[in-house]
């Protein structure tokens, strides 16, 4: 599993190709991109801190987690942090599987982590000044959904 938290820009396909070349041991590989929205071009500005050492270890462990639960094969989890605009890329999450369902939720249960329970401090900056930015009711209750979930069921169970 890789951890990445970086103030640089990505591109995010340069990223799956890289993650997906060669592979011959992998049936699916699901990513995801979120991008820094302007809400309405009010946001100016995405500021995110992290504590280096704490913030990539806490991701790991859930990357582990959620590898051991949906049995991945592989996770690559680039974050970025500092000052972002509007429309730069955030995050990018793949995941690789022996088959599509545990690809889709593995990387589900991961931006839903990454959303309401990773430790960053988000801040943004509007046209009205500076504000931080808590997770919403509704992503702390997509995160949960994943607390007492059953695994992601195997080929031999969905027979």
């Not at 990445?4 to 699916?28: I, K, N, Y």
């Not at 509007?86 to 593995?106: C, L």
């Not at 401090?121 to 808590?134: A, P, Y």
Request: aromatic residues 8%; hydrophobic residues 45%.
């Amino acid at each position: 599993m890789t951890v990445r938290l970086q103030s640089d820009s990505f591109a995010p396909g340069d990223l799956l190709a890289a993650f997906c070349e060669g592979r011959r041991d992998v049936g699916a590989v699901v990513s995801f991109t979120g991008l820094v929205r302007s809400e309405g071009d009010t946001v100016e500005a995405l500021e995110l801190e992290a504590y280096p050492g704490f913030t990539d270890l806490e991701i790991g462990r859930i990357a582990d987690a959620a590898a051991l639960r949906h049995g991945l094969i592989e996770v690559l989890i680039v974050h970025r942090v500092g000052r972002l605009l509007p429309g730069e890329p955030i995050v990018f999450v793949a995941a690789a599987a022996s088959h599509r369902r545990a690809a889709f939720a593995a990387a589900d249960q991961l931006m839903d982590y990454l959303k309401s329970r990773a430790p960053f401090w988000k801040k943004s900056h509007d046209l009205g000044g500076e504000r931080w930015i808590d997770p919403r009711p509704e992503d702390y209750q997509d995160a949960q959904r994943w607390d007492d979930a059953p695994a992601t069921p195997s080929l031999e169970d969905r027979r």
